[in-house]
């Protein structure tokens, strides 16, 4: 019997050894989850938790990009549209008729300076080496965990060219009536693309405040899950090692019990 009722209390001494290593393990590695054979599934949802936070880090950064190239290619369209207002300023000039020759000489020298200055402009507003202002290209911003939850950023063409003011000369009253008309015509167009430019820069710190979000509960939810309880861990090991040294002394008695009752009946 004492040896039966030994067997139980060393298999019940090396379970209570196992839940005192597992409790050791866990407050050295700071998880509810050191090893896979600790909770499989936990492990498994963690681990899918982990890498739409990397995801989501990553478009937090992606979307503040996309807000930055927008505010780069909304500074450039601000000081076009302020160019275009002064041609317009200088075309009226000329277009007054009371101007003498030398003044309208003036008048155009400075008109087609700041013409040329819009096309300068367009070409040298760029980010990472790609023009914003110049080109009627389009890019994509991933700021969600699935392929589709994407922003477009349109990138634009305000050249000279583009805008219809290229070549555009207010030397003569006739020509200031035409440079009028085109000019008007560009400041719509350049307010047009601001506008557009406006909502999705918009867009982008709406996405990076969802993102951040995101994140925050993501990462909540990741923590309750795999992250180890210092004080229920503790509490768990001292525990166990009470429970183990109880159960060394109860076995220790019950190899003695024995022999004692050996030496009774030798004498």
């Given at each position: ?8 209390i060393g298999?019940t001494?090396l ?38 936070t ?28 302020e ?10 000039q ?29 070409e ?104 180890g ?5 503790v ?10 040294e ?22």
């Amino acid at each position: 019997m004492p040896t039966v009722n030994g067997a139980s209390i060393g298999a019940t001494s090396l379970q209570t050894s196992r839940l005192q290593q597992n409790n050791i393990n866990k407050l050295a590695s700071g998880s509810n989850i050191p090893k896979v054979s600790d909770a499989a599934a936990s492990l498994a949802i963690s681990t899918v938790l982990q890498s739409d936070t990397v995801v989501l880090n990553q478009n937090a950064a992606t979307a503040a990009q996309g807000a930055s190239i927008g505010q780069i290619a909304d500074g450039g369209l601000a000081r076009i549209s302020e160019g275009l207002v002064r041609l317009k300023e200088l075309a009226a000039q000329a277009f007054s008729g009371s101007q003498d020759p030398a003044s309208l000489s003036a008048i155009n020298a400075e008109f087609v300076q700041v013409r040329d200055e819009i096309t300068q402009i367009a070409e040298q507003t760029t980010f990472n080496g790609q023009g914003l202002l110049d080109n009627t290209g389009s890019q994509s911003f991933l700021i969600g965990t699935d392929v589709g939850d994407t922003i477009s950023l349109d990138n634009v063409d305000v050249t000279g060219g583009a805008l219809g003011i290229s070549g555009l000369t207010v030397d003569t009253v006739a020509n200031a009536t035409t440079a009028l008309g085109a000019i008007d015509n560009a400041i719509s167009a350049v307010s047009g693309f601001r506008a557009e430019l406006g909502a999705s820069i918009s867009l982008f710190e709406v996405a990076g405040e969802n993102i951040a979000s995101q994140i925050e509960n993501v990462s909540a939810a990741n923590s309750a899950l795999a992250d180890g309880d210092i004080a229920a861990q503790v509490t768990s090991l001292v525990t166990s090692k009470v429970l183990n040294e109880a159960q060394l002394a109860v076995q220790a008695q019950a190899n003695k019990n024995p022999q004692a009752l050996l030496k009774i009946l030798e004498g």
